[in-house]
């Protein structure tokens, strides 16, 4: 592969199904419908942690996060563990950031050159409530997505437009500089992540009367099972909702959406205005998906497709336009796509990394495979383990009973056939492959006491609940806000 240019971009929460390339009639993601038509789709890519702080890890390093730690949005990344920006650096590659990185901070070296306007975790903390895992605390801040839904502007409509304004000077002024080397710029912005306050401008493109009702939605429709009454219980979002507050959040979460792709169009443009759309491949993906309501459900922490699934999009110059690849993938496959992208060689070690290059798996040499997903962190009292297997998603839990689905016959998720007799041998099945990745009792047991440990550390239980309950990390120079 030839040496090239590499433009990742990174939302923050961005539901797969709510892109006009994915199939969605309302939303309007003109930009990123432009890039799937000249690339690469996937339709069955996925995180490997539906929460922050491990979804960026893992993206980061190519490893799971039951092989690294970094287990929930309490435990941040500090740059100990080789991430692909170490890797590129090192290789003598410009490779730098803008915008969201959800680490522990700026005094870690993280591996890029250099980070621009980064958003890191809260007092290199982040939520130590999060790490409460038995006798679920209900999270006060629960209100924050209802009460902060409708039209205006906030802190991260104003961040992501610094984060635009600084990706087009970089690829104007400091592209130019990186000589005969490619070089690799990481955009992160953090819309459609609530707050749900949208420009006036996008929400008025989504009239409520015209907007989809969230599936599931009604008490008696909903799923029961124990692991997302612990969630729905703990982050207890929707007692905050009514009919009305769903319509708007719904608009406005949508309006965010094309808020997010207004935002990459420019950047895309910034790209071909400088000379370099020829010579750079573009990713984009989000770090994990948002419930928007579906289920009772707001937020992430799910293994539903709303959640851990996420969107994918690969374009460049050698790559095929207009395809769509339906072989699944994760984050951990674009450890060694940015290394091979950019003329970097695996290490012996490397090789053994659970990714896969997606240029190979888009060219057809990784026909078939698992992808794996698992979840360690607030509103849950056990372990989540997910396994993509063909047509089936099965998800393990240490303490409850599973969850099936068939994503070739219920897309939708909305019949779990985690305790139907007729399918127990797909169970058993998927079952042996999750094991050959993981203990799933032996990494839940690790996972709790590291939280164990870092609870203590910071006072105990009713310290970290007493500490409050952030909702979002703010951006840079804007005050938490644990009320």
């Excluded at 592969?1 to 939303?27: F, Q, T």
């Excluded at 420009?199 to 989504?206: E, S």
Aim: with cysteine; proline share 7%.
């Amino acid at each position: 592969m030839k040496p090239m240019n590499m433009l990742v971009l990174m939302s923050d929460e961005h539901n797969p199904k709510l892109l006009g390339c994915y199939g969605h009639s309302v939303a309007k993601t003109p930009h990123l419908d432009g890039l799937a038509a000249r690339g690469v789709r996937f339709t069955s890519a996925y995180c490997n942690s539906p929460i922050c702080i491990p979804a960026r890890a893992t993206f980061a390093t190519g490893q799971y996060i039951h092989r690294i730690g970094y287990w929930d949005n309490g435990d941040p990344y500090e740059g100990s563990v080789t991430s692909w920006h170490h890797r590129l650096r090192g290789a003598g590659r410009a490779v730098d950031s803008i915008g969201k990185l959800h680490f522990r901070s700026t005094a870690d070296d993280n591996g890029f050159r250099r980070e621009h306007i980064p958003l890191h975790v809260v007092e290199g903390l982040g939520d130590l409530m999060g790490l409460v895992r038995d006798d679920l605390p209900v999270r006060g801040g629960s209100y924050k997505i209802a009460k902060s839904a409708g039209p205006g502007e906030s802190e991260y409509t104003a961040y992501d437009r610094q984060i635009t304004a600084d990706a087009i000077r970089w690829l104007r002024e400091e592209a130019p500089r990186s000589g005969d080397e490619p070089w690799t710029l990481f955009v992160s912005w953090v819309c459609p992540h609530f707050p749900l306050t949208a420009p006036q401008r996008f929400f008025d493109m989504y009239p409520l009367d015209r907007l989809p009702w969230p599936k599931q939605y009604a008490k008696d429709e909903r799923p029961r099972h124990p692991y997302l009454r612990d969630y729905a219980g703990s982050l207890n979002y929707d007692d905050y909702f009514d009919e009305e507050k769903v319509r708007v959040a719904t608009a406005a979460y949508y309006a965010l959406c094309t808020f997010l792709d207004d935002n990459i169009g420019q950047v895309l443009g910034a790209l071909e205005d400088s000379g370099y759309g020829g010579s750079t491949r573009i990713m984009y993906t989000s770090d994990h998906g948002d419930n928007l309501g579906a289920r009772g459900l707001w937020g992430k922490s799910t293994m539903y497709e709303e959640t851990a699934a996420v969107p994918l999009i690969l374009a460049g110059p050698d790559l095929p336009e207009g395809v769509t690849c339906r072989t699944p993938v994760s984050h951990v496959d674009c450890y060694p796509t940015f290394l091979g992208a950019s003329g970097v060689e695996l290490t012996e070690s490397e090789r053994a990394y659970p990714g896969r290059s997606l240029f190979d798996i888009v060219h057809g040499a990784i026909p078939r495979r698992n992808v794996f997903s698992e979840y360690h962190a607030m509103g849950s009292t056990t372990g989540a383990f997910m396994i993509r297997n063909g047509r089936y998603k099965f998800v393990y839990y240490p303490k409850y009973a599973p969850q099936l689905f068939d994503l070739e016959a219920d897309p939708e998720e909305l019949c779990d056939l985690g305790e139907d007799p007729g399918h127990a041998t797909v169970r058993a099945e998927c079952e042996m492959l999750l094991r050959r990745i993981c203990d799933p009792e032996e990494v839940d047991a690790r996972a709790k006491r590291r939280q164990a440990e870092q609870v203590a550390k910071h006072g105990g239980r009713e310290a970290v609940i007493a500490r409050g309950d952030l909702g979002y990390s703010p951006p840079p120079g804007h005050k938490p806000d644990f009320r």
